[in-house]
Protein backbone atom coordinates (compact mmCIF):
# COMPACT_ATOMS: atom_id res chain seq x y z
CA UNK A 1 0.00 0.00 0.00
CA UNK A 2 2.98 2.54 1.14
CA UNK A 3 4.56 1.66 -2.24
CA UNK A 4 1.56 2.31 -4.49
CA UNK A 5 1.41 5.73 -2.53
CA UNK A 6 4.90 6.85 -3.29
CA UNK A 7 4.32 5.44 -7.00
CA UNK A 8 0.85 7.52 -6.99
CA UNK A 9 3.06 10.64 -5.37
CA UNK A 10 5.88 10.23 -8.05
CA UNK A 11 3.64 10.15 -11.15
CA UNK A 12 2.00 13.06 -10.23
CA UNK A 13 4.97 15.21 -9.61
CA UNK A 14 6.15 13.89 -12.78
CA UNK A 15 3.36 14.98 -14.86
CA UNK A 16 3.30 18.23 -13.02
CA UNK A 17 6.38 19.20 -14.02
CA UNK A 18 6.33 17.90 -17.79
CA UNK A 19 3.12 20.21 -17.80
CA UNK A 20 4.84 23.39 -16.80
CA UNK A 21 7.65 22.63 -18.82
CA UNK A 22 5.13 22.75 -22.13
CA UNK A 23 3.01 25.24 -20.84
CA UNK A 24 3.45 29.04 -21.60
CA UNK A 25 3.87 31.57 -19.34
CA UNK A 26 0.66 33.34 -18.62
CA UNK A 27 0.31 36.02 -17.97
CA UNK A 28 3.08 36.97 -20.72
CA UNK A 29 5.05 40.38 -19.60
CA UNK A 30 4.56 43.03 -21.87
CA UNK A 31 6.98 45.57 -22.79
CA UNK A 32 5.48 47.06 -26.17
CA UNK A 33 4.84 50.43 -26.09
CA UNK A 34 0.77 51.77 -25.29
CA UNK A 35 -0.96 53.10 -28.56
CA UNK A 36 -0.77 57.04 -28.79
CA UNK A 37 -3.31 59.44 -28.21
CA UNK A 38 -7.22 57.65 -28.11
CA UNK A 39 -6.21 54.86 -30.14
CA UNK A 40 -5.42 52.56 -27.45
CA UNK A 41 -9.51 53.09 -26.86
CA UNK A 42 -10.54 52.46 -30.25
CA UNK A 43 -12.34 49.33 -30.86
CA UNK A 44 -14.08 49.31 -34.64
CA UNK A 45 -14.53 45.72 -33.97
CA UNK A 46 -18.57 45.86 -34.06
CA UNK A 47 -18.90 46.32 -38.09
CA UNK A 48 -15.86 43.94 -38.45
CA UNK A 49 -16.27 40.96 -40.24
CA UNK A 50 -14.97 37.90 -38.34
CA UNK A 51 -14.86 35.03 -41.22
CA UNK A 52 -12.72 37.39 -43.08
CA UNK A 53 -10.55 38.18 -39.93
CA UNK A 54 -10.55 34.47 -39.71
CA UNK A 55 -9.57 33.68 -43.54
CA UNK A 56 -6.88 36.82 -42.36
CA UNK A 57 -5.42 35.21 -39.26
CA UNK A 58 -5.25 31.15 -40.64
CA UNK A 59 -4.16 32.10 -44.09
CA UNK A 60 -4.02 35.70 -46.21
CA UNK A 61 -2.55 38.24 -43.77
CA UNK A 62 0.40 39.45 -45.06
CA UNK A 63 3.64 39.30 -44.77
CA UNK A 64 2.55 36.13 -43.15
CA UNK A 65 -0.94 34.93 -41.57
CA UNK A 66 -0.96 35.42 -38.02
CA UNK A 67 -0.93 31.48 -37.27
CA UNK A 68 2.20 31.29 -38.57
CA UNK A 69 3.93 32.98 -35.18
CA UNK A 70 0.23 33.18 -33.50
CA UNK A 71 -0.29 29.72 -33.68
CA UNK A 72 -3.92 28.33 -35.47
CA UNK A 73 -5.58 27.81 -31.90
CA UNK A 74 -3.98 31.34 -30.63
CA UNK A 75 -1.96 30.01 -28.36
CA UNK A 76 1.74 31.66 -29.47
CA UNK A 77 2.85 28.20 -30.64
CA UNK A 78 2.84 28.58 -34.36
CA UNK A 79 5.65 27.05 -36.20
CA UNK A 80 7.50 30.48 -36.59
CA UNK A 81 6.90 31.55 -33.56
CA UNK A 82 8.71 28.95 -31.64
CA UNK A 83 12.44 30.57 -32.50
CA UNK A 84 11.02 34.13 -32.07
CA UNK A 85 12.15 35.50 -28.24
CA UNK A 86 10.03 36.59 -27.01
CA UNK A 87 7.63 34.58 -27.43
CA UNK A 88 4.62 35.58 -29.63
CA UNK A 89 1.40 36.72 -27.79
CA UNK A 90 -0.23 33.90 -26.34
CA UNK A 91 -4.01 35.25 -27.00
CA UNK A 92 -5.42 32.56 -24.93
CA UNK A 93 -4.14 33.81 -21.70
CA UNK A 94 -6.60 35.91 -20.26
CA UNK A 95 -5.05 37.48 -17.57
CA UNK A 96 -3.03 39.18 -20.49
CA UNK A 97 -5.15 39.79 -22.77
CA UNK A 98 -7.71 41.52 -20.62
CA UNK A 99 -5.29 44.08 -20.11
CA UNK A 100 -5.16 44.60 -24.07
CA UNK A 101 -7.50 46.60 -25.58
CA UNK A 102 -9.19 46.28 -29.08
CA UNK A 103 -7.15 49.58 -29.57
CA UNK A 104 -3.97 48.52 -28.21
CA UNK A 105 -4.26 45.42 -30.92
CA UNK A 106 -4.77 47.93 -33.61
CA UNK A 107 -1.81 49.75 -32.80
CA UNK A 108 0.36 46.49 -32.77
CA UNK A 109 -0.91 44.75 -35.74
CA UNK A 110 -0.18 48.38 -37.63
CA UNK A 111 3.04 49.19 -36.33
CA UNK A 112 4.45 46.36 -35.47
CA UNK A 113 6.36 46.11 -31.84
CA UNK A 114 9.84 47.01 -31.61
CA UNK A 115 11.64 44.57 -29.74
CA UNK A 116 9.69 41.77 -30.82
CA UNK A 117 9.18 39.16 -33.85
CA UNK A 118 6.13 40.97 -34.30
CA UNK A 119 6.47 43.27 -37.82
CA UNK A 120 3.88 45.72 -39.07
CA UNK A 121 1.09 43.83 -41.41
CA UNK A 122 0.18 45.06 -44.69
CA UNK A 123 -3.67 44.85 -44.31
CA UNK A 124 -6.01 47.37 -44.38
CA UNK A 125 -7.85 48.97 -41.41
CA UNK A 126 -10.86 47.19 -42.10
CA UNK A 127 -8.99 44.03 -42.58
CA UNK A 128 -7.42 44.97 -39.09
CA UNK A 129 -10.17 45.13 -37.28
CA UNK A 130 -12.18 41.63 -38.80
CA UNK A 131 -8.44 39.70 -37.88
CA UNK A 132 -9.08 41.34 -34.08
CA UNK A 133 -12.86 40.58 -34.03
CA UNK A 134 -11.69 36.98 -34.58
CA UNK A 135 -8.91 36.59 -32.15
CA UNK A 136 -11.47 38.38 -29.55
CA UNK A 137 -14.37 36.27 -30.04
CA UNK A 138 -13.27 33.06 -30.85
CA UNK A 139 -9.31 32.82 -29.59
CA UNK A 140 -9.54 34.98 -26.38
Request: net charge positive; glycine share 10%; hydrophobic share 35%.
Amino acid sequence: MKKKFILFIAVIFTLAMVSSAYAGKCPQPRKTKSAPGGIAKKDNTKKANKANGEKLYQKKAKPMACKMCHGAKGGGDGKLGKALKPSPRDFTCKKTMKKVSAGQMYWIIKNGSKGTGMAPMKLKDKEIWDVIKYIREDLM
